[in-house]
């Protein structure tokens, strides 16, 4: 079967003792072999995530996706209190529809897409009505975009408001302090920056907000994080039948970001985004954010106009490369290149090489449309110029 190269937020390439962890021995998920490995992974999630007095804390793992993770927050903590969320792209308006689905008093604070979140406004809403909950998506992966965990953390704690953060693309790739930035729960996944297999997701919260989940009305049974917590907590199990060799996986994951260091990692994974963005800048190429606002976990890339984003996406793939394609109101515009999982210098050079030679072959089919432009490569003449604002594709 063909090898790729993951070029994506994810599922990435694993590297080769995560999938050596995987081999290990079949156990039964209620002896004490599987207590002890959820244990483990518990204890490395708050580590992760930089918590300082675990005794305050506790990690729930569910085998499901990174939604399975944050349809167990919005479904199980909210009761009937007012939740805000505050959506600069497609995963926050996700969170929005989940919400929807289980809350009738959701409110949405919507920032157009590829934008900053505007935080004076976010101040103002808060400020202006009743909030009881504020939640919002720390890497926005549809655009690239870091949000500030720690300012809108800040507003909701000024507020006294709880404060929940989607980390699904963030967790493992960036430092993230959930203690400072007053995060009650935080939600991720196994197979984005933590570079482990799809399949698991998990929620980190606060032990005291976890408890007071107890007295809210139940909304779902599978994904009851109440449930999931005081199986943990009484027993160190899942309710269900978990994906046992999946959290093998996950430890081993975890075990060599911890091991590297949660800093020293975010610097690798921030060299990389830097060699891939200079190679890319260099071929002509511009992207869809400011490089200040980007996350260390990818970059959205601007398609020159004279591309067909299908074609070019499929002469990638010929040569065992996997880039994203644009979704929502960027779908045809954009492509997205990730740089975390199992990937070497070497790979970001083969990248750079297969994707000058895609590039040089539709300015060979298109000649007709190169124009010179000096100094300046004959792609930066091609981007895509927006129809409309990105404010408008909301
Ligand atoms: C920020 C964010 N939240 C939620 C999700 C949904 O995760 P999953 O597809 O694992 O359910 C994603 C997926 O890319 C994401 O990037």
Not at 60 to 75: D, P, Q
């Amino acid at each position: 079967m063909k090898e790729y190269l993951l070029f994506t937020p994810g599922p990435v390439n694993i590297e080769l003792n995560v999938r050596m962890a995987t081999l290990k021995s079949d156990i039964c998920h209620r002896e004490s072999d599987f207590d002890f490995l959820l244990q483990g992974v518990e204890d490395k999630l708050l580590t992760l995530l930089d918590i300082k007095n675990k005794s305050n804390y506790r990690a729930v793992v569910i085998t499901g996706s990174g939604t399975a993770a944050n349809e167990s927050i919005l479904s199980s903590v909210v009761g009937e209190r007012n939740i805000l969320i505050v959506s600069n792209g497609e995963f926050g308006e996700r969170l929005f529809h989940i919400s929807e689905v289980h809350n009738k008093n959701t409110s949405l604070l919507r920032f157009p897409w590829g934008k900053k979140l505007d935080i004076k406004k976010i101040e103002e809403y808060v400020s202006s009505h009743k909030v009881d909950i504020v939640c919002m998506v720390h890497h926005e992966t549809s655009s690239g975009m870091m949000n500030s965990l720690e300012c809108v953390g800040a507003i909701a704690k000024a507020h006294g408001a709880m404060f929940i953060a989607d980390c699904v693309s963030s967790a493992g790739a960036e430092v993230i302090d959930m203690e400072k930035c007053n995060i009650a729960f935080c939600s991720s996944s196994s197979s984005k920056a933590i570079s482990s297999y799809p399949g698991l997701s998990f929620v980190v919260g606060k032990k005291d907000e976890f408890e007071k989940i107890k007295n809210l009305p139940i909304k779902t049974t599978y994904l009851n994080l109440y449930k999931f917590y005081t199986f943990i907590k009484e027993a160190s199990q899942t309710p269900n039948t978990p994906a046992v060799h999946l959290f093998y996986a996950l430890d081993q994951a975890l075990m060599n970001i911890l091991n590297e260091g949660v800093s020293s990692h975010h610097a690798l994974i921030k060299k990389r985004a830097s060699a891939l963005r200079k190679g890319m800048l260099k071929l002509g190429l511009t992207f869809l954010i400011d490089r200040k606002d980007m996350s260390s976990v990818l970059t959205t890339v601007n398609i020159p106009s004279h591309i067909d984003l299908h074609d070019f996406h499929q002469k990638l793939y010929d040569k065992s490369i996997i880039v994203y394609k644009g979704k929502g109101c960027f779908e045809d515009r954009v492509f997205q290149v990730g740089n975390i999982g199992e990937l070497s210098f070497g790979d970001i050079r083969f990248f750079l090489d297969a994707l000058k030679s895609v590039l040089q072959s539709f300015d060979c089919v298109k000649e007709e449309n190169v124009v010179s432009t000096g100094s300046i490569s004959p792609l930066l003449a091609h981007t895509k110029k927006f129809k409309t604002s990105i404010g408008e594709c909301v």
